[in-house]
């Protein structure tokens, strides 16, 4: 683990000091939806009317919410066309016990000056998961950024995890983060 943080820091700083881009960090709330299903079979039913219903649906579901940070850091914008760049980022959120690497390719539309809209694919690994729980993640992040001060701009995002993080194989169970990041960023 030790190892692994290393080699991502190290990664991190070369990365700012080799290419032009920007820096961000701030507060993360994030939830975690959890949903089992199961069936219920009844005991002996007398009628024809109660065998025919004796395998009914139930549903347990759950959300937590926890709160943490994110750092990160964005590569120059590549330009697609006027007005409309990609952004890839690689950054680091931490919530209370758990840590997690991601990667957005967000598309970045300018709406008005100074304003811009953000959307894209999410790829993200989880350091060190509990047990039963899977390393690969992703999702889809959408948000938005404004350029108040020169090089300074206020982010928000909202990440919509997609993927199912229970290693159960017969899908009863079903786990899925979500966030919503607020923070500061640089541009160099």
Do not use: W
């Amino acid at each position: 683990m030790r190892k692994f943080n290393v080699l991502i820091s190290l990664s991190l700083i070369s990365m700012i000091f080799t290419s032009c881009g920007g820096v961000r960090g701030g507060y993360i709330g994030a939830s975690e939806y959890y949903r089992y299903d199961s069936f219920n079979v009844s005991s002996m039913a007398k009628s024809t009317q109660a065998k025919t219903n004796t395998n009914a649906m139930a549903e347990f579901k759950n959300t937590t919410t926890r709160s943490g940070f994110f750092i990160g850091y964005y590569l120059t914008d590549i330009e697609i066309a006027d007005k409309f760049e990609l952004q890839p980022e690689i950054d680091y959120i931490h919530i209370e016990d758990l840590g997690q690497i991601q990667l957005p390719i967000l598309a970045k539309y300018e709406v008005i000056e100074n304003l811009n809209a953000l959307a894209g694919p999410n790829i993200g690994y989880i350091i060190d998961p509990p047990n039963g729980i899977k390393s690969f993640n992703f999702g889809v992040d959408i948000g938005a950024s404004y350029s108040f001060i020169e090089n300074f701009n206020v982010n928000a995002r909202y990440n919509l995890g997609l993927a199912n993080l229970i290693d159960d194989s017969s899908g009863n169970q079903t786990s899925r983060l979500r966030g919503i990041q607020i923070g500061i960023g640089y541009e160099f």
